[in-house]
Structures are given as structure tokens and as C-alpha cells.
């Protein structure tokens, strides 16, 4: 059983019902397109600040963007 | 019990009235200072040194098989080439399924150039341990 807590999320959702590529969001936050592409994927854990700056950027509550 | 219900009240009050000017700041704000963060962005940092330390451990790993590969050579006169067949081909594999799934373009050419040279040191050894079941001696 895996009792791991993983962070999961709606980035890339809610970015492509935004019509935003990666790089374009990643422009809007102030990261580079790498960060976008490594949270989409689940490799990195975005601190609290960037996450809250996504959710602003993706017009999207906190709750809606990431989940467990 | 009296204090700790004050302090409670006190840590309430705080928590839905913060003290001090609390800017309210609006959503490109927030967005355009986020964008002038960007060089000292905690996330950058963080993300790429995971990716570096991740590649640096990678690329290490290859090294040191390298180096042992041509130290059994040019030091040792025994050596199994059954061995390193396995090793080197496995190594070449992750190298390439790297270089593959690897976007970055600076990274992938790392993972291609390490791919290439662990490619050829598992083809020398293929050769190496075929030609010695074959009876022929290099």
C-alpha cells in the first residue's frame, strides 16, 4: 500500500482551457518552461508561493489547481 | 485555562484581522512582481539544482564505469567482458531513453554525446566477448 501524501494537479488542464502554452505561463508567473513542464508532470512540488501565483494566473482557486 | 482562551481569542483576532498596512494587491500586481522575481525565484533555483544533482549523479555513474572499463584494460589482465556487455548495454539504454524524453536542448545533447560513448563501449565489449567465445584471443 502506498501511503505516500502526493500533490497532485490541474495545470495543465486548466492552462490548455486557458489557451496558454507552457511557455506563455511560465512568462506570466516568472519562471521558465521547464518549472511549467516539471509541475505538470509531478517531478517538482512548486513551493507555496508559485503555486498560488499559478493559481492567479490560471484564475483558479488554490483547491481546483492542486489536490491529493 | 482563562489564558489560554485569551490567547486563543488573541491568535483568532490575528489570523481574520491581520495587523499593519496589509496591501491588497490585485491579480496582475501579484503577477507582474512574480515576473521581476524571476532571477531570484526560490522554484527556479530549487527545480533546476534537483535536475542538476539528478544528471550529475547520472553522468558520474557513467564516468566511473568508464574508468573502470579502461583500467581492467590497460591494467589488469583479466577481465569479464560478460560483465560489462550488460553493464555498458544498460547504461546505453538509459542514456538514450534520456536523451529521448529529454526537452532540454543542452541536457539532451549531454545525454546524445554520453549515449554515443556508452553505445560504443557495450559494442566493444559485445565484440570482445563474442570474438573470446569464438576461441580468439585480443
Known amino acids: 500500500m502506498n501511503d505516500k501524501l502526493i500533490l497532485h494537479n490541474r495545470v495543465k488542464e486548466f492552462r490548455a482551457e486557458k489557451g496558454l502554452s507552457q511557455g506563455e505561463l511560465a512568462a506570466m508567473v516568472g519562471v521558465s518552461r521547464n518549472t511549467i513542464s516539471s509541475i505538470e508532470t509531478g517531478q517538482y512540488c512548486p513551493t507555496a508561493k508559485l503555486a498560488l501565483v499559478l493559481c492567479l494566473a490560471l484564475e483558479k482557486k488554490f483547491e481546483e489547481v492542486f489536490y491529493f | ?138
Open chain 2, 1 to 138: 485555562m482563562e489564558e489560554y482562551e485569551l490567547a486563543s481569542e488573541e491568535n483568532e483576532r490575528a489570523e481574520t484581522e491581520p495587523e499593519g498596512a496589509r496591501e491588497a494587491l490585485s491579480r496582475d500586481e501579484i503577477l507582474s512582481r512574480a515576473r521581476t522575481e524571476n532571477t531570484k525565484n526560490g522554484d527556479e533555483r530549487q527545480r533546476s539544482q534537483m535536475q542538476w544533482a539528478n544528471y550529475a549523479g547520472f553522468i558520474a555513474m557513467e564516468f566511473a564505469c568508464i574508468i573502470v572499463m579502461f583500467s581492467k584494460i590497460f591494467m589488469s589482465d583479466e577481465f569479464t567482458p560478460e560483465f560489462f556487455c550488460i553493464m555498458f548495454t544498460g547504461i546505453a539504454a538509459q542514456n538514450i531513453v534520456q536523451a529521448c524524453v529529454n526537452k532540454n536542448r543542452k541536457t539532451r545533447t549531454v545525454f546524445i554525446v554520453c549515449a554515443a560513448l556508452v553505445t560504443a563501449c557495450a559494442v566493444i565489449y559485445w565484440v570482445f566477448w563474442i570474438l573470446g567465445l569464438c576461441g580468439i584471443r585480443l
